[in-house]
């Protein structure tokens, strides 16, 4: 937890007036502001508090500062806590450090300025007359003010602890009085006595008292020194109304030094002057000195005098005035390190209360064990903090000494502790929370833990990019550029291109063209590479208009590559001629270093683009002539450091921003967005009598929509998430129309609702973060929220990251069966078929505790169900060795399973489920399902007859080998031609046409129910077409060519008495029947050719004055393939 100077990493970019902000945002805080769930380990928190006030009356009213975070307020005794609003308003780059309350009225609260912890940014004395709704800047205006205490008998009397000295009112803070020396000052107290006028305040390390509240201060000296050798400055005061005369000052110097008066502050004497125990350190060592005034408190017990605690990393209790300690906690353990205050209650002395970088937290037992009471304290100070570009609800945030925190489905979770500062980005595979570190070149599925190098040499990046276009696909930079196209490998491969050589300050992916690749650098250069992807990059270089070295940024326009949108320090440029060129368009803009630009991907037309920085958000769209405010809601006090977006193409985008102090804050911006109609649903695929969820997801803030639902129950409705139920098998489309009262917007998806179960193969990977699997369902056995659970730590043989889990280790479940169930599975066309899927199981060492797996299928969309496989603990362990402990699987540890599902080929509902049946053992993991299968094959029955061959009364020569064959007319090629895309042959086969003209092809079942054109080709006849696509939908398909010439595409048959065949003469095969066939025939009439040869076009194994006439009279009919 070393701290980097706060002046250092945060400088204040710019201040903006509030008053002046656009009223169209929407900002809120994500996610409810409780205190976050621990899954670290190391104790976590919330916010930095620097101090608590008890209400001068109230019992259940508390008051906590935190520097960055505000003033917050609490009515029920600290169970939850809300914001003082007139914080949020405050100037940008204001600080506060204590808290006074009028004992009079407490509408009237001052707030001290500053950062009492870091000891900077001071403001002065605030006032609020209306309880924290707004609050002004009293005659007061600078320094840090570390504490404010009111005068008991004149709540007009206020005197203030300050870094430039002591100040008094005597107005209610409209005019200040220096009252001491201009040196700093670190705390103040009075002492405990109703009616006394006894003050004490303390300096670097010194101690001063005021006997008239304030108006003259004398230095104390009897009894208390520095310790020879020590410089450390930090000194705090304590006392107690067990006894007023009891005064303790106690020292940072000497890790930790006790004085203590029984005189009322007169006179000291020593109580700990060793270095052991050493209670300022994280440990109770030598030479771990803490972290000096930064955090240091000592408070007295309200009841016993010579109770004292000592509070800086642990907490030290001392029952006899300071003499002896015994320690009650660990720095990473129980209660928050970095301790600012603790103070006994004055209406319950058995709550003791501890202030630190985690929040507030409660002891009823003395200090030895502690809870957080920090409910609605939002105030995470967060060095970056990102959105996930495909999760919706996952975010992660690296804050000032509370860790990383992630949160999913509207919940903050604690991953680690101490300072993380690590720029960070989320990948764009499907439902991501795997997140990416600049600073380790680490990886970390920040919901399931597991961090791993994600395979690069250099270890700090300055930028990687990825786009949703290809999820493998990434770049990353520092000095060089390097490129993985596997990333989502357990280990992806890297490599450098280019020889870029400089530092590297933003890159970015066209999200139009993923060749494309732009790089940002310190020196004001952009590096183009429009050939990323190949084996040997390169880049131009073009020098930008303006400096890059502080900050920059670039996107792209989805539907143009060349327009490009760049930050650059304080201005913002575009491009049209993919970075050749540059326009300022700058205009509305402050002139401030700009932390991030953005660019909505759903409406690439208008050319939506956001800028953050401060304290502010700006959006532009192509055709405004400015930048526009767009801060609504946001806090002015605190500066932004990051800015990311949501995109789905949906209305649940959201612009994310991460603050330090005040958390993260989103906001839709469906306002700023043209109106689109979108429409999702909570399945797709379904059996008959199931119900879908429909959702209008539109985009541009819709007023009025009409679904409508052919073949569902209802076929119509008006309704922003209508339910309908689908009774009969089938396909179904589903269109909806919305309007906004300036426009309208439709869109029909085709085929969107199936009831017939999902075609082959099936291949379920439990890669998403969502679980169950799209379409999947789980049945809790008990109702007891015991389920199976998306494992994110591990996937089978080490190939991917995650895997399913059933968590029999800490579960008991008794035997019940907890199921994972696939959807329906449509097999009619399979004639064999199988489940495939990979296990990971190890025994417990307890023979009695024994899980088992068992698959069950059910072909009436699981109405009834049988048993395929079951394995109980000794067959279904897939490692010898027998388990002592949790059994988390290694690469190696998998087998794979196959069960027989032939039983089942040929239904077109079926599902299996997946059961575990659970007795305590261990937990059992399942990835990779697969269902595959072999087709059954389709018969195309066909009828056609060649026309020089046609003998009439449907017959036709034996032209093949006439003697050995007499019912084959002769051999034919059998085409496929997608009905999609015509000119693309799915599938050959080579048959027998037949004396009577059938023809039977046998294709294979993979083109079971699917469209297309039948294509015959003969050897010397015009290749020919089916007039319509043919739908394959049964094992046995017939099509008969000669009923009509109309059977052909085209028309393209010769009709003789009433039977259409295919035309006769293309002799060379070129689709065409002209002159170079007619030559064909010339020559082998003149070599008196005979036998089975192409030229002859009657079928009688002889070339000659029969077959001339017959191409003479078709060419003369300029005839030629005719095809769609």
């Known amino acids: 937890m070393t701290r980097v100077s706060c002046l250092s990493l945060f400088v204040i970019l710019f201040a903006f007036t509030w008053t002046s902000r656009a009223q169209t945002a929407s900002w809120t805080p994500l996610a409810p502001a409780l205190f976050p769930t621990n899954v670290s380990g190391q104790i976590h928190g919330i916010s930095r508090i620097s101090q608590m006030k008890f209400h001068p009356s109230n019992s259940s009213k508390l008051y906590a500062v935190s520097a960055r975070g505000g003033l917050f307020i609490s009515s029920n005794g600290g169970t939850s806590w809300s914001l003082a609003p007139g914080c949020d308003a405050m100037p940008n780059g204001t600080r506060l450090a204590s808290v006074c309350i009028d004992h009079t009225n407490d509408q009237v609260l001052y707030l001290g300025g500053g950062d009492a912890n870091y000891y900077s940014t001071g403001s002065g004395v605030w006032k609020s007359t209306n309880g924290g709704t707004t609050f002004s800047q009293t005659g007061l205006t600078s320094g840090v003010v570390v504490e404010l205490l009111m005068d008991p008998t004149n709540n007009n009397i206020l005197v203030a602890a300050t870094s430039n000295g002591i100040y008094k009112t005597t107005n209610g803070g409209t005019n200040w009085t220096l009252k001491s020396g201009t040196m700093a000052f670190y705390d103040l107290v009075k002492k405990a006595n ?43 005061i304590a006392v107690t109304p067990a006894d007023s005369n009891y005064v303790y000052f106690a020292l940072v110097a000497k890790y930790g030094t006790i004085f203590r008066s029984t005189d009322g502050g007169m006179n000291f004497s020593a109580m700990k002057d060793t270095v052991m125990p050493n209670l300022t350190g994280y440990d109770n060592v030598l030479y771990d000195a803490g972290q000096g005034n930064y955090n240091v408190a000592v408070g007295a017990d309200l009841t016993n005098r010579d109770v004292l605690w000592f509070v800086a990393h642990n907490v030290w209790k001392s029952t006899n005035g300071g003499a002896d300690w015994t320690q009650q906690t660990n720095w990473w353990e129980k209660v928050h390190t970095d301790m600012h205050q603790v103070a006994v209650s004055p209406y319950n002395t058995s709550q003791l209360w501890n202030m630190n970088d985690g929040g507030v937290w409660l002891s009823t037992d003395g200090g030895n064990n502690w809870t957080p009471k920090s409910d609605g304290i939002y105030g995470y100070e967060i060095y970056h903090g990102y959105t996930s570009p495909t999760r919706r609800d996952a975010v992660s945030i690296g804050t000032q000494d509370n860790g990383e925190l992630y949160s999913v489905n509207a919940a903050w979770y604690c991953n680690r502790g101490g300072d993380w500062t690590s720029p960070m980005s989320f990948d764009c595979t499907t439902g991501s929370s795997r997140i990416y570190y600049y600073s380790n070149a680490k990886r970390r599925d920040v919901v399931t833990g597991g ?38 490998a357990a280990s992806p491969t890297w490599t450098q291109i280019g020889n870029i050589n400089k530092t590297i300050m933003a890159m970015h992916i066209s999200t139009a063209d993923s060749n494309r690749l732009y790089v940002i650098t310190n020196d004001q250069n952009l590096f183009v590479s429009t050939n990323a992807l190949s084996g040997s990059p390169t880049f131009t270089q073009i020098a930008l208009p303006y400096g890059t070295g502080s900050k920059a940024g670039i996107v792209s326009v989805k539907t143009n590559p060349d327009i490009l949108y760049a930050m650059m320090n304080t201005r913002v440029y575009r491009s049209t001629n993919n970075g050749t060129n540059w326009t300022n368009i700058s205009t509305g803009l402050p002139s401030v270093n700009w932390n991030d630009i953005l660019i909505d991907e759903s409406s690439p037309s208008q050319e939506l683009v956001f800028v953050a920085a401060s304290n502010s958000v700006y959006y532009r769209k192509v055709s405004s ?42 906001t839709p911006f469906e306002n700023l ?49 209508p339910s309908v139920t689908y009774s009969s098998p089938g396909k179904y489309a589903v269109t909806l129309s919305v309007s906004n009262g300036s426009g309208t917007s439709s869109v029909t998806k085709t085929a969107y609702i199936t009831t017939l179960g999902k075609n082959l193969p099936v291949i379920e990977t439990m890669e998403s973060t969502a679980f169950p699997p799209a379409n999947w369902s789980l049945y809790d056995d008990g109702a007891d929220q015991r389920v199976w659970k998306r494992y994110g730590s591990g996937s089978s043989y080490g190939v991917g990251f995650s895997s399913a889990v059933f968590d029999n280790w800490n579960y008991n479940a008794q035997g019940k069966r907890d199921e994972l169930r696939t959807f329906p599975i449509d097999l009619t066309e399979y004639a064999t078929a199988r489940l495939i899927f990979d296990v990971a199981y190890q025994l417990y060492t307890n023979p009695s505790y024994v899980d088992s797996l068992l698959i069950k299928v059910a072909t009436n969309c699981g109405t009834n169900y049988q048993t395929v ?21 290694a690469a190696g540890d998998w087998r794979t399973d196959t069960v027989n599902l032939n039983a089942f080929a040929g239904q077109s509902n079926v599902s299996a489920s997946f059961v575990n049946i659970g007795r ?48 084959v007319c002769d051999s034919i090629t059998v085409l496929l031609a997608s009905a999609t895309s015509p000119y693309a042959f799915t599938d050959t086969v080579k048959a027998l046409l037949m004396t009577n003209g059938t023809v039977t092809a046998t294709f294979p079942g993979k083109v079971y129910g699917n469209q297309y054109y039948i294509v015959l ?20 398909v017939s099509y008969d060519f000669t009923l009509s010439a109309s059977k052909a595409y085209g028309n393209n048959q010769q009709v003789i008495g009433g039977v259409a065949t295919l035309f006769s003469g293309d002799v060379n095969q070129d689709g065409l029947i002209e002159a170079s066939d007619y030559a064909h025939e010339e020559n082998g009439v003149g070599q008196f050719l005979f036998g089975y040869v192409r030229e002859d076009l009657t079928g009688d194994q002889l070339v000659e004055a029969a077959d001339y006439s017959l191409i003479e009279n078709n060419l003369l009919l300029f005839l030629f393939t005719s095809r769609p």
């Open 194 to 236: 109703a009616s006394s006028r006894v003050l004490f305040a303390t300096g670097a390390n010194t101690l001063w008292r005021s006997t008239d509240f304030g108006e003259t201060w004398s230095q104390v000296t009897a009894g208390v020194y520095l310790p020879a050798g020590y410089t450390t400055t930090g000194a705090r």
């Open 451 to 488: 961090e791993n190098s994600y395979g690069l040499v250099p270890t700090s990046l300055q930028d990687i990019a990825f786009t949703k276009s290809n999820p493998d696909l990434a770049f990353a930079g520092n000095l060089q550029v390097y490129r993985t196209t596997n990333l989502t």
């Open 625 to 666: 002539s400015s930048w526009t405010n767009y801060n609504s809601g946001l806090p002015a006090r605190t500066n932004i450091n990051d800015i990311t977006i949501f995109e789905n193409g949906t209305s649940q985008a959201l612009l994310r921003v991460s603050t330090y102090g005040r958390g993260m804050w989103e």
């Open 673 to 721: 967005r043209p109106l689109q109609a979108v429409l999702a649903a909570d399945k797709t695929e379904l059996c008959p009598g199931g119900t879908v969820q429909f959702s209008d997801l539109s985009i541009g803030l819709p007023t009025s929509r009409t679904w409508t639902f052919p073949g569902g129950t209802p076929s119509s409705s008006t309704s922003l998430n």
């Open 869 to 889: 496989y079951l394995k109980p603990g000794p067959t279904l362990a897939t490692i010898p060795t027998i388990g002592t402990s949790a059994y988390y699987p």
């Open 920 to 967: 305590y053992g261990n937990y059992l993991y399942i990835d990779k399902v697969r269902v595959e299968g072999n087709h059954v094959p389709v018969n195309l029955q066909l009828k056609t007859f060649i026309q020089g061959f046609y003998l009439g009364a449907n017959q036709q020569v034996a032209a093949l080998n006439p003697s050995g064959a007499p019912t």
């Open 1017 to 1036: 080709r003969q050897r010397n006849s015009l290749e020919t077409w089916s007039a319509v696509p043919i739908t394959l939908d049964a094992t046995n």
